[in-house]
């Protein structure tokens, strides 16, 4: 079974920018598309990005086109999402996962403990 680590969130001003990883063990997530999902207080998980197994497709929801851009590393068995531009309605927390591409239908149940990213205004 997969067990997926999020980390690089934080605390940062309006306009800002946070890279954040998302690294696979257990199994390897290369030949899978990965999601990228934040759950925003008092809201429901959205997802926000994803990525073909070799990375050659990306979708991206309105709210966060062109100003994230999601990446991986099957190397690294790791997943990338640089946030750019930030702005206070990201503040979530982030999480990864293994989806079906493009539907997005989550494929592990398995769920890492996020990473909270705070914008403030």
């Known amino acids: 079974q997969v067990q997926l680590v999020e980390s690089g969130g934080g605390l940062v001003q309006a306009g800002g920018s946070l890279t954040l990883s998302c690294a696979a063990s257990?199994?390897?997530?290369?030949?899978?598309?990965m999601g990228w999902f934040r759950r925003a207080p008092g809201k429901e998980r959205e997802s926000v990005a994803r990525?073909?197994?070799?990375?050659?497709?990306?979708y991206y929801v309105d709210s966060v086109k062109g100003r994230f851009t999601i990446s991986r590393n099957n190397a690294k068995n790791t997943v990338y999402l640089q946030m750019n531009s930030l702005k206070p309605e990201d503040t979530a927390v982030y999480y990864c996962?293994?989806?079906?591409?493009?539907?997005?239908?989550?494929?592990?149940?398995?769920w890492g403990q996020g990473t909270q990213v705070t914008v403030s205004s």
């Open positions: 990525i073909t197994y070799n990375g050659g497709n990306t």
């Open positions: 257990g199994r390897t997530v290369s030949s899978y598309a």
């Open positions: 996962n293994i989806v079906d591409y493009p539907s997005a239908v989550i494929l592990s149940g398995s």
